[in-house]
């Protein structure tokens, strides 16, 4: 067995640690039989239920946010609280609008604190507030919860094009699109305006000098260009295509990547201006009680799934892990009898997979553990999202040269199969 296939089934350890694998009786694509498939449904969301995601859950189930439309004060709310579970709570709500009227409970694409990668044609609803959090508050559970899930989503969209409707700037009329906001609202939320309080904050809590001051308004200045070049990735229409939908990813990573690049300067500059006293308070944000409380149940389960990982060193272990994995989430004999893909198509699809499974070793969930202060998480985030831009192009690639030999018919039937898979 080689060294990456035990990196994968490590990687699938983690995955069953942080309750990422469906059961058996949720497993697979039910081509035959409809309904949710729990593909991506995390235990780690219900240990931060205890810090108040099941507040957010029940309120997202019960509350006018889940049973109106979303109101712009509602994304502002989210977009403005220090603690990301209130953007866990309207990325689900959003979500699930868009899919069959918001009748699901739950996505087979959610990601581990309750939110989802994918709403609608968005990937990354968050972006800009994920990467804020992490960089300057050391909040990485949204950043980092980005990864296999959302290139697996990518490649069977859980949308059917009927449901992606319900994103458009302007959406029917009728009770069925009333839910979900635009993909321009999401975005528009998703701004420093809406998120630079805590910017200011930090500010205050270093106690900057006349000289510090100045550094710290230039870095206030690069955040705020930041988050619009985040904002201007946001789609303008529809992915209807697992290739457009790489293309989308693709977008928003760059994006991300060019917002790093811009804050990395200006943030070591002022870093470098500070006293020890002044680091040291800066490397300690301060949180309430129960953000604290959900950060160290957080940390209490990644620091589980990354030992369990650590600890698979039996080859004959791994290499079961491996395959309960494929089978798990990738059957292809139900795809290929499906599409009725020929011998050299099915070997293609057989690329897809291997291609998609790799990046699980790559797309670790585990931040690593000596980004301690913000400018080594900002430069944790640039390598993880380099690493996120070489698995959508390497997914992309497979994807591609899978559909090249696709009759019009078969990728029809193809992009058909998430929705299937949800009983659509």
Known sequence: MSKSRIGMAAAGVAMVALGALPSAAEAGFRLRVGGPAGVARFAMARMLSVAGLRHARMAARHSRVRTAALKPQDLRSAAESVHPSARAQLTAVAALAGWQGGRAAQGWWQHA????????PLFWPFAYSDLYDYALLSDGSGFWAYGYGDLYAAIFSPYAASDLSAFAAERPAGRRHRKAPSVQELCGADTAKMTGLP??????????????????????????????????????????????????????????LSAVAAVQPPFQKFYDLLSDEQKARLNAPQRDRRANAAAAKLKEMQDAACQASRELQDEQQAEKQYRELVAQQWPLDDIAASLKLNDSQRAALEV???????TMEALSACPPKDALTPPARLKAAKARLEAMREAIRSVNDAVDDFHADLSDEQKTQFEGLGPKKQGV
Do not use: H
């Open 352 to 358: 897809v997979q291997d291609t998609t499974m790799g």
């Open 113 to 120: 604190d309750g939110s989802y990668g994918w709403v609608g």
């Open 199 to 256: 910017l200011k904050r930090i500010g205050r809590v270093v106690a900057a000098n006349k000289a510090q001051r100045t550094a710290f308004d230039e870095l206030a200045s690069a955040w705020t260009s930041a988050g619009d070049t985040i904002r201007a990735s946001c789609p303008t229409q529809a992915a209807t295509t697992a290739l457009e939908r790489f293309a989308a990813m693709q977008s928003r990573v760059n994006a991300m």
